[in-house]
Every structure is written in C-alpha cells, then in structure tokens.
C-alpha cells in the first residue's frame, strides 16, 4: 500500500474537538478517501491506516464498515478492505441521482434559508476561493464538502441530508481527480456564488437552475477527462 505522506494526511478540523474515537476514525479515514489520498483500487493494510491517521484499532474497524456501506470501501473475503474503484459509469449514475436530490434540496432550502446562511455560505465560498488561489486540493474538497453540507442542513430535511451526505463523498472522489484543471476550480466558485444568489431572494426555480448547472458541470470536467 502505498503511505499516506505526512503533508496529505488529514488534520484534526476545529470541529473535532470533542468527538468520539469511532466518529473521529471515521472523519479522517473518510477524509482521505474523498481527497483521494488512498488511491482508488488499493488494497489497505489496517496497521497502517492505523499509524498514519493515528487512532486505534477498533475505531479503525468501525469506520471501515460504515465506509463500506457508503461505497467507499470494499470489504473483499480473504483479500481485505479495498478503495472502491472508479469509473465513468458509476459517476455519471451519481450524477444522475444528484439531479433529483439537489433540486429538492434547493427548493426546501430556499423556504427556510436566513440573512446568517448567506453570509455563512458566502465566507465558506470566499475561503474555497483562497484556497483555489493556493493550489490547496485537501482544503479546497474540504471547503466544498463543507458548502454542501450546509446547503443541506438549511433545507432541513434529516433524511435527504443523509442521502446526499453520502452522494457528495462518492461524488468529491471524482470531481478530487479533475482538479488539476484551473479553469474547473474557478469555475466551480462561480457557480457556487450563483447558487448563493439565487437562495438570496429565495427564487426556487433560479435556484435549482444554479444547482443543475453546477453538478452538469462537474460531469462536464469528468468526461473532458
């Protein structure tokens, strides 16, 4: 397997003060998979994973079982635990899925969105932006991830916000490996700035618009390759 380098490995956030083992094991290991630190298709070594994301055994082994069913791992018999492979298939099946969730999504959240969630989206977007300036893959997925994370939580819905937790992890290791493209990254500011703007005033229809542009977009980067 190859080593996680100390400069990729994922940092304790500000949030993690207080987690659980199990929930911080969790965060980190996934972290790593969306950032694409262990490669897709690569065979983990437990002991390993271990020592470079520091947390011990069990809680190591409960997040691969909840990574598993989230399809970022795969637990193969008499073989071991496997970064889950990608393909051209599988993302735009995502895509698909991402579709029909993000657009209810934007409808719920421009019901319930306030003055201090456009103001939050909007400095969680500015800082994305600095770390486009930077070059910063690992902060930049982690920014995104934080951006739709909220998006989710202002709809306010606790089962869709469980569903598209787990389509944007599947989702962030694909659009990790089209961000060497600049002119994607920047891209990518824009259309969130246009999502803000449309919760602004509350337009659904403007909203959801923004939305679709921005996931057919990332299909976009996908299939340019």
Known sequence: ????AAESRPQPALDDVGLSQNELAYRRFKQALVTLSYKPGEYLN???VMAELEMGRTPINQAIHRLA??????IIPRKGVMVSPLSIDDALELIEVRLANEMLCMKLAC???SKQDIATLTAVNEEMNVAVQTRDRNRMVSLDHHFHHLLAEIAGNLM?????SVLHARAQRFWASSLSKEDHMVEVIEEHRAI???LETQDTQAAAAAAEAHILSFRDALLRG
């Open 160 to 164: 869709l916000k469980d569903i598209l």
């Open 111 to 113: 019901k319930h969105v």
């Open 196 to 198: 803000i703007s449309a």
């Open 46 to 48: 437990t002991a390993q």
């Open 1 to 4: 397997m190859k080593s996680v």
């Open 69 to 74: 069913n989230e399809g970022l791992l795969q």
